[in-house]
T-cell receptor, first 108, second 110 residues
Framework: GQNIDQPTEMTATEGAIVQINCTYQ??????LFWYQQHAGEAPTFLSY????GLEEKGRFSSFLSRSKGYSYLLLKELQMKDSASYLC?????????FGKGTRLHILP | DGGITQSPKYLFRKEGQNVTLSCEQN?????MYWYRQDPGQGLRLIYY???????QKGDIAEGYSVSREKKESFPLTVTSAQKNPTAFYLC?????????FGPGTRLTVT
């Protein structure tokens, strides 16, 4: 079976840095995605990691360790518009499985 | 413009009725997926298809059916056998890497 875990909620302050962790156990692994989802909207793509290491894209970075079944999403210079849910997803064989998402609250 | 569309955005049905949700893409993607999202929850996989005329059950397929007669289209039917059909339904497609999502259909069954 598959299991993807991430914290349910996190709170951070505007301008700060926050790290959202994701651990996974899957029978197959082809890559890991991070998506952002605002309430009532479809998820939008943030990052895709296939190999171990850090992928940086502007204020957002994502890290993957395949041997540990672990990833994190790092958000820098937080802005109020970053208040959203962040979804970790794993490509397993020919399907894509999502975690339950982490709701991030940004305080001014 | 290339993209993935779902219609309608909001759908209301009476209990006991079957309802079909539309999903169309013109991205030439082979893979298509249907997910369900309940309030405050993540996405749960209902059905997926990697190629025309073939599809597989996801984690919560009971009470749902799909077809994949054309590459561009992957409609989802919510049958009366689905006990709790009220949810936000998301369709996605991919070429083997990141899935692209449609805008979603919010289904309310009363």
């Amino acid at each position: 079976g598959q299991n993807i875990d991430q914290p349910t909620e996190m709170t951070a302050t505007e301008g700060a840095i926050v790290q959202i962790n994701c651990t996974y156990q899957t029978s197959g692994f082809n890559g890991l995605f991070w998506y952002q989802q605002h309430a009532g909207e479809a998820p939008t793509f943030l990052s895709y990691n296939v190999l171990d290491g850090l992928e940086e894209k502007g204020r957002f970075s994502s890290f993957l360790s395949r041997s540990k079944g672990y990833s994190y999403l790092l958000l820098k210079e937080l802005q109020m518009k970053d208040s959203a849910s962040y979804l970790c997803a794993v490509s397993e064989d020919d399907k894509i499985i999502f975690g339950k998402g982490t709701r991030l609250h940004i305080l001014p | 413009d290339g993209g993935i569309t779902q219609s309608p955005k909001y759908l209301f049905r009476k209990e006991g009725q079957n309802v079909t949700l539309s999903c169309e893409q013109n991205l030439n993607h082979d893979a298509m997926y249907w997910y369900r999202q309940d309030p405050g929850q993540g996405l749960r996989l209902i059905y997926y298809s990697q190629i025309v005329n073939d599809f597989q059950k996801g984690d919560i397929a009971e009470g749902y059916s799909v077809s994949r007669e054309k590459k561009e289209s992957f409609p989802l039917t919510v049958t009366s056998a689905q006990k709790n059909p009220t949810a936000f339904y998301l369709c996605a497609s991919s070429l083997g890497d990141k899935p692209y999502f449609g805008p979603g259909t919010r289904l309310t069954v009363t």
